[in-house]
Nanobody
């Protein structure tokens, strides 16, 4: 079973940057796709960024050009680098993994991901 554990959430000012980390059991990177989701207060969980086993990435329109998803050098950690943060980026950020290695146009649906972390909180103040 895949184990996921997020870290790096914090409170920052608008315009600031954060790096989130997701430690994944090592097997996950060999054949899984991985993603970051977030859930703002009172809203549904939404896809932020995803990466497949070949390294192809995709992003939600709201974060394109500001967020970067990437794997760590030792293939056990997934990162989300977030720049130029706005209050609309506030929420709990979750790491997700799924044994389907490729990405489709349904990647942002929570129903298509099998494994989830517990989340890390990001708060952006204006």
């Amino acid at each position: 079973e895949v184990q996921l554990r997020e870290s790096g959430g914090d409170s920052v000012q608008a315009g600031g940057s954060l790096r989130l980390s997701c430690y994944a059991s090592i097997y996950a990177f060999n054949s899984y796709r991985l993603a970051w989701f977030r859930q703002a207060p009172g809203k549904e969980r939404e896809g932020v960024a995803a990466i497949n086993s070949a390294g192809t990435t995709t992003y939600a329109d709201s974060v394109k050009g500001r967020f970067t998803i990437s794997p760590g050098d030792f293939k056990t950690t997934l990162y989300l680098d977030m720049d130029n943060l706005t209050p609309e980026d506030t929420g709990i950020y979750y790491c997700a993994a799924d044994p389907q290695a490729w990405l489709t146009n349904t990647w942002s649906s929570t129903a298509t991901w099998k494994f989830w972390g517990q989340g890390t909180r990001v708060t952006v103040s204006s």
